[in-house]
């Protein structure tokens, strides 16, 4: 620790640059939509204009609308709510396409003002002459409108800008059709398509919307993969640090393979947390279980290992270790020692096959362009601009599909995985008893969740362990307690009294989970120690016998006493044996009394029968209550 020295920042700052330059001698591609003008007849024709890497293109699709060129805010800077304009089209009325020009605020700032005025989609007029670029997402600023910005946007060059902008002023109507039909080639009934990932998941909003992505696409990607729809590549980017700083400090702990492999730190400070050979190793890590998931034929399960991972070690969170990586990994039921093998040596001074081909690869070959940008998605060997987005990236893998070839997924989104069939998902699963699961199967893929069985909640990680808790959790397989019955006897480990664990009864030791052994307490010399006295085990309890035959064991206090009165006998038992003698004399008395009642009453009777005939004896001595016989 300690402030890091001028030089020290200097050669870092030289790495940096290097580590740009060792990327910089690529292609980047600019991919494009094409838009048509429809009116007025001086516009009429087909221009390029450059697809941006937010909002939703709508690949495969069209969009008509009227372009409407502010009169003031004219770039889009501020909200137009500011000035009380809306775009939203009247009833009947085309959707408006918002120009505004490049400049002062970042594109997608423009985007997020043009669509929350109602427009449908926004166009961007380059401020120079120059070829289209695509206009990308800022790192860090502007970031709370990213996620939610969906209108398409494009940028278009200064000359056509211009024009459109001439033909307003004149008055004209522009109407307009964007087109993204063409933007992806088509050319079979399968699609193969990339993505370029990264697995650091520090790097902020970023990389929480490349997890969220995950995690939504997840189900679609592999129902697509299982069915033979597509055919999909996971790929990552690293750098290699340039010769002259191998042994440098920066170039050691970013790089693997005497710097052939490096990644930026994760959290851009050398000095803590993780560093970005960690990121290199993980990359390493899930590009090797890639392979041997194709190998064994079931690519998906690379989407359930980066999805899983997020949640069980991520880097933000400090959680990331090999052995937990590991751990995902065998919950996956994969094999480990083959994706170990891949890995190879990270201090090995050699080339690691795998990561020279993801290097070669990201050098574009033909149309498609150097991938710079992360995360990128390839369709068909095209660049996917726009958001990250389910419903976008599917629609553009959906392009890639020859028309009338596509899933049907293409055509509804009704699914499911069915994943939790298999190996139950690598999810948490009760075998002792009843097959409770954690495993789901969702629309966007299996989740392991602790269940929630008759009202009575599981809580655990949903991989290795659920537990029941709360009221009612000894209902289910008894809490996971251990339990017995002998002899019509039934003890158990598990109290609803307490929220979670078990424990075992009195009379009962061990871990309550599997076991609980009785206690031999006259063995363990705990209870009946009295002189004379005979002890005898029992399952959970035992038996004392005192020696001597006026003598009484009081289990309470765990002592014989005398049952003669005598000095040592406290009050408190004569006067129970006081009171037991009352009881029992009075019940005598009273037993006496009511038989010479009923005595009595016979006597009568029969008197009384020779004078008078009496109904019904039985209903008489009925209506009378009990007690009569005590008077
Ligand atoms: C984005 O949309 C979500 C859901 O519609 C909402 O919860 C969130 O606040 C929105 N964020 C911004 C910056 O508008
Ligand atoms: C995955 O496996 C398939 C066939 O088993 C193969 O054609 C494809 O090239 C493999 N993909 C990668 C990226 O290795
Ligand atoms: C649990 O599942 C296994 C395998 O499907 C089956 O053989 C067993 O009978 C099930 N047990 C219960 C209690 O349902």
């Known amino acids: 620790m300690g402030r890091r020295s001028p030089a020290r920042w200097w050669r870092c700052a030289v790495l940096l640059l290097a580590l740009a330059l060792a990327v910089a001698d690529g292609r980047f591609v600019v991919e494009k939509n094409s838009l048509r003008v429809t009116s007025p007849a001086a516009l009429r024709g087909v221009y390029e204009c450059a697809i941006g890497n937010f909002g939703m293109p709508q690949y495969g699709g069209t969009m008509h609308g009227v372009v409407v060129y502010p009169k003031a805010n004219t770039k889009g800077c501020k909200p137009f709510s500011d000035s009380g304009l809306s775009f939203n089209p009247k009833s009947g009325g085309l959707p408006v396409f918002l120009l505004v020009d490049r400049g002062d605020c970042y594109f997608t700032t423009k985007g997020w003002n043009a669509q929350t005025a109602g427009a449908a989609a926004v166009l961007v007029a380059d401020d120079r002459a120059e070829p289209l670029i695509t206009m990308d997402t800022p790192e860090s600023a502007g970031k709370e409108h990213l996620e939610n910005i969906t209108v398409p946007s494009a940028l278009v060059s200064k000359r056509f800008g211009d024009d459109l902008k001439a033909a307003l002023e004149n008055g004209d109507m522009v109407n307009v059709l964007l087109d993204w039909r063409e933007s992806l080639p088509h050319p079979d009934e399968r699609v193969e398509y990339e993505f370029w990932t990264n697995s650091n998941d520090e790097c902020g909003a970023k990389c929480d919307m490349q997890m969220n992505f995950v995690r939504n696409f997840r189900g679609v990607a592999q129902v697509l993969e299982q069915r033979g729809y597509t055919q999909f590549a996971p790929h990552y980017i690293t750098w290699y640090c340039p010769e002259a700083f191998v042994l440098s400090k920066q170039c050691t702990s970013q790089c693997i393979n005497h710097g052939r492999y490096c990644a930026p730190d994760p959290e851009q400070d050398f000095t803590t947390g993780y560093d970005g050979k960690d990121v290199v190793v993980q990359n390493l890590i899930q590009i090797c279980l890639f392979k041997v998931a194709n190998e064994s034929r079931k690519p998906w399960l690379w989407w359930d290992y980066v999805h899983d991972f997020a949640i069980r070690c991520p880097m933000k969170e400090k959680k990331y270790t090999r052995d937990c990586a590991n751990g995902v990994i065998k919950s996956l039921g994969m094999d480990i020692d083959k994706i170990n093998k891949c890995v190879g040596d990270p201090d090995a001074d050699e080339d690691n096959p795998v990561l020279k081909a993801e290097q070669d690869a990201q050098i574009g070959h033909g149309s498609r362009g150097d991938v710079t940008i992360l995360p990128t998605f390839v369709v068909n060997n095209r660049q996917y601009r726009g958001k990250l987005d389910k ?37 948490w699963l009760d075998h002792n008893s009843n097959n409770f699961t954690a495993c789901k199967d969702t629309f966007r893929g299996r989740v392991c969740e602790c269940p929630i069985v008759n009202g009575v909640k599981f809580v655990g990680d949903g991989y290795t362990h659920c537990e029941a808790s709360g009221v009612g959790r000894c209902q289910i397989n008894n809490g996971g307690c251990w339990k017995e019955t002998r002899n019509g006897k039934s003890v158990s480990a598990c109290s609803n009294e307490v929220a979670k664990g078990c424990k075992c009864p009195p009379g009962f030791k061990g871990d309550g989970i599997h076991s609980c052994e009785d206690i031999d307490e006259c063995k363990e010399r705990l209870f009946c120690q009295c002189k004379g006295c005979s002890c005898e085990n029992t399952w959970g309890s035992y038996e004392c016998g005192c020696g001597g035959n006026n003598m009484l064991y009081m289990r309470e206090h765990d002592t014989c006493i005398s049952k003669v009165a005598s000095s040592s006998v406290g009050w408190g038992f004569l006067w129970v044996v006081f009171f037991g003698l009352g009881f029992a004399g009075v019940g005598a008395y009273a037993v006496y009394k009511y038989r010479l009642r009923s005595y009595m009453d016979s006597e009568i009777r029969a008197i009384m029968a020779q004078y008078m005939p009496l109904e019904n004896q039985d209903t008489s001595s009925h209506q009378r209550p009990v007690e009569h016989a005590d008077i």
């Open 391 to 427: 419903r976008a990236v599917l629609r553009a893998i959906c392009s890639g599909f020859e028309e009338t070839t596509e899933p049907d997924i293409c055509l509804t989104q009704d699914i499911q995985t069915n994943q939790c069939l298999e190996n139950n998902g690598g999810c």
